[in-house]
């Protein structure tokens, strides 16, 4: 046996190990999933068959394949383990394995990001886990390039986890492009140097216009499906509204003459209800005063012309009211209020409950899951910008180790840059400083330091070669 591979085996099984045991450890934890009013509504939807725009109809119906396979559609909550447990694993393995590695993943295994997280039922999550698995797959694609069947099959997997990240997630596919770009640099980096420029225009083509077919054909099939209501531009609109009450809340005298000559309702509205009651937390109490109050059809070009003279007139403006909540989802200076633990199955709708064949539950076990998780409430555990940080320097440790010609690390380096490119969209979206938002910052720090850990650069791996042996004379034989 050689060396550098005697070396290598036994903290490799023993990662394979911790995933597994980490992953039966949060499935027993959470089984058979954290139900909050989101998850509860999209189980009925998958249950029925007919989908709503609230939410992306891709969770609905998995979680109605799920339903049908196990009772509480707990199928779906050990698929999502599984993503999280293969995914971290399979990108360490990539690129080697050491033991601090191992003793690391052990340590995360434990987090209650990982271990209560993962039974969380929600589209956040189930977005991380599964761009965490698409990166590893183009991780191994780089490093089997040379065999064309499984380079052929690890970057359609990677393709597929894509797609299913992008249509589980509305700003989705910020990361899936980010994605795209770090299949074909992998084939740049692969490709003989004199067809390097073609390999990474034909990847990029190919990955996008499979993933751009395949994600029209899907939100199609849905649209086909659904109950025909304008969730989406009514969303817009509440968010856009959401933004110019920020905005005379911070400035009681910005004029919205737009609002004021052709949605004189709204601008009342604005002023008068949803300025005063701003809070940078949340948008859900002033969507509770909304609801049913103006008609998107109507209304919505008006909120959005007077939005988009928001950012054109007043920018400053703007940016600070936007800033003021991104932070709150990034900072969570009040963790607490940004729901960071949820387990059992959330009671507050009757009606859903019976729609999604849901009992409300708060176990004895959902009661020590929250107990845990609170635990760590306060601390670096439920940090965003400790992971930020964290993800920042092991990017910078990356690209240095891909500019001294280590492609492996090609996809640590797209996995960070999609988490920080997901995390910033950010920005412009927010509508609550809710944790699981910006999960996949957290995991993508996560599994970065893993496989950091767990690497080897080529010439630790290669076995050690023996000095020939030399005769009395001191001469090589």
Not at 351 to 371: H, I, P, V
Request: glycine share 8%; proline share 6%.
């Amino acid at each position: 046996m050689a060396r550098g591979y005697d070396r290598n085996i036994w903290p490799a099984t023993a990662l394979i190990i911790i995933a597994v045991a980490g992953f039966a450890a949060a499935v027993a934890a959470g089984w058979p999933g954290h139900f909050p009013p989101d998850a509860i509504f999209q189980l009925a939807q998958g249950r029925s068959g007919v989908f709503s725009f609230a939410h992306p109809p891709v969770m609905a119906w998995l979680l109605g394949l799920a339903d049908r396979l196990t009772p509480d559609a707990g199928a779906f909550m050990v698929l999502d383990a599984a993503l999280f447990f293969c995914g971290i694993a399979a990108l360490a393995l990539a690129v080697g394995a050491r033991w601090p590695a191992v003793l690391t993943l052990a340590v995360l295994a434990t987090s209650p990001l990982v271990l209560i997280y993962q039974g969380l039922v929600v589209k956040d999550v189930f977005f991380a886990d599964t761009m965490l698995a698409a990166f590893a797959a183009i991780a191994w694609a780089g490093r089997l390039w040379p065999k064309t069947g499984a380079r052929l099959v690890l970057c359609a997997l990677a393709i597929v986890l894509m797609l299913a990240a992008a249509l589980i997630r509305q700003n989705g596919a910020v990361a899936a492009a980010v994605g795209v770009l770090t299949l074909a640099w992998t084939a740049w980096a692969r490709a003989e140097r004199g067809g390097r420029v073609r390999a990474f225009i034909g990847m990029t083509v190919v990955a996008a216009v499979l993933l751009a077919g395949a994600g029209v054909a899907a939100m199609l099939a849905f649209q086909a499906h659904s109950d025909k209501k304008p969730e989406i531009t009514a969303q817009w609109m509440t968010l856009r509204v959401w933004d110019l009450s920020g905005a005379v809340h911070a400035d009681p005298a910005l004029p919205l003459p737009i609002l004021r000559r052709r949605a004189p309702g709204v601008e009342r509205f604005v002023r008068h209800t949803a300025a005063p009651m701003f809070n940078p937390k949340t948008l859900d109490a002033m969507a509770v005063r909304m609801e049913g109050l103006f008609d998107p059809a109507k209304v919505g070009t008006p909120v959005s012309d007077e939005w988009r003279r928001l950012i054109l007139k007043h920018p400053k403006l703007y940016l600070q009211t936007r800033w003021g909540d991104f932070w709150q989802v990034f900072g969570t200076p009040d963790v607490k209020a940004c729901a960071p633990v949820l387990v059992g199955v959330d009671p507050g709708d009757p009606d859903m409950l019976a729609d999604a064949g849901l009992k409300a539950r708060e176990t004895d076990k959902d009661d020590w899951d929250s107990d845990y998780a609170q635990r760590f409430l306060g601390t670096a555990v439920f940090s965003h910008p400790f992971y930020a940080a964290l993800a920042a320097i092991l990017l910078l440790w990356a690209l240095l180790d891909v500019a001294r010609g280590r492609p492996e690390m090609i996809a640590a380096v797209g996995l960070l840059v999609a988490a920080f490119a997901f995390a910033a969209s950010f920005f412009v979206i927010t509508i609550a400083c809710d944790y699981r938002y910006l999960y996949f910052l957290d995991v993508a720090a996560m599994a970065a330091l893993v496989q950091r850990l767990a690497f080897r650069a080529v010439s630790d791996r290669a076995p050690r070669s023996r000095p020939p042996p030399t005769g009395k004379s001191g001469r090589r034989r």
